[in-house]
């Protein structure tokens, strides 16, 4: 695709022979940011909700501020890098913690989202401590949307962890390599929830990289735990499963989260209690993908 971008000064870097009247330079050179590819600008894929951003002297006073820990987390670092041993520390039968809520300061890690935050929808949804000590994620789902001729289908509530970082703020991912199964104490509802583990690649068409897989709950006041390999998380994009499927690469994981829809009428109040959410190795599971992977021509199943 060819596609002309504004110089500066067009009429000055051609040589006088080839020089264009000025109307029709604005013809042929246009402005347009994306050129009509897939292409996208930021992240959130074209919601334009304001955020109140800091003043550059904030930003400069709170990076003083943080600079203490900071490098107080980096010595932790090159002192696990030096000290941690896979032999002891991953070990077969053994579920290692990722993420619980034994105080107030681990809701701080999660991040809730609606259809109500950019006015899709009328979903609502918290994330707090349960009397059992344990995460409560609670709120109620609605299929109602507003009909404004664009949205064509709402009701979801969603937590997500935040993105997982290294001192001074550097971006990183979780290494769950050496693990096969994810063990989760839950407590819930009767409702399907969806687990979704996000791997946010460095391009844009990789952005959106989430792997899904089924969470049934029994309701009732008993705690169930649910052992789910990683073999069995199907790979999609957007909210769509996509037909190449593959194996989810455990040491790119940026997020971790629950999702619940009001689908097929189920429209009404959700709860779902968290007390952990755990990594195992089994050393008897030998799967290494649950779906079949097609060798398809590239002409006929485009990447």
């Known amino acids: 695709m060819l596609c002309l971008v504004r110089l500066a000064s067009p009429l000055k870097l051609l040589p006088k022979s080839l020089e264009l009247p000025s109307s029709a330079a604005a013809c042929l050179l246009h402005t347009t940011p994306s050129c009509h590819t897939f292409w996208e600008r930021e992240k959130k894929s074209g919601y334009k909700t304001a955020l109140p951003q800091p003043s550059k002297k904030n930003m400069i006073l709170d990076g003083l501020k943080e600079l203490k820990s900071e490098i107080n987390m980096w010595k932790e670092e090159m002192k696990e890098k030096f000290?941690?041993?896979p032999l002891l520390?991953?070990?077969p039968g053994e579920t290692d913690i990722?993420?619980?809520?034994?105080?107030?300061?681990s809701i701080d890690k999660w991040v809730v989202t609606t259809d109500m935050d950019h006015n899709e929808g009328k979903s609502?949804?918290?994330?707090?401590?349960?009397?059992?000590?344990?995460?409560?994620?609670?709120g109620e789902v609605n299929s109602e949307h507003?009909?404004?001729?664009?949205?064509?289908?709402?009701g979801y509530a969603n937590i997500r962890t935040k993105r997982v970082r290294k001192s001074f703020k550097r971006e990183s991912t979780y290494d769950w390599s050496q693990y096969n199964m994810l063990v989760l104490k839950i407590r819930g509802d009767g409702r399907?929830?969806?687990i979704n583990l996000h791997c946010e690649g460095y391009f844009d068409l990789m952005w959106n990289d989430v792997y899904h897989y089924a969470l049934y709950t029994r309701?009732?006041?008993?705690?169930?735990?649910?052992?789910?390999?990683?073999?069995?998380?199907?790979?999609?994009?957007?909210?769509?499963?996509q037909d190449r499927q593959q194996a989810i690469q455990l040491n790119r994981i940026t997020h971790f989260g629950f999702s619940v829809a009001a689908k097929n009428g189920m429209d009404g109040p959700f709860n779902l209690e968290i007390d952990y959410v755990g990594l195992e190795f089994d050393p008897s599971h030998?799967?290494?993908?649950?779906y079949e992977m097609y060798n398809t021509p590239k002409y006929i199943v485009a990447t």
């Open 83 to 85: 000290e941690s041993d």
């Open 89 to 91: 520390v991953f070990r």
């Open 98 to 105: 990722v993420f619980n809520f034994k105080d107030k300061s």
């Open 124 to 138: 609502t949804a918290t994330l707090q401590l349960s009397n059992a000590g344990a995460g409560l994620f609670s």
């Open 146 to 154: 507003i009909r404004d001729g664009v949205i064509k289908r709402t």
């Open 192 to 194: 399907s929830y969806l």
């Open 219 to 241: 309701g009732g006041p008993h705690w169930q735990i649910a052992k789910i390999p990683f073999s069995k998380f199907f790979y999609s994009s957007k909210g769509r499963v």
């Open 286 to 290: 030998h799967e290494e993908f649950a």
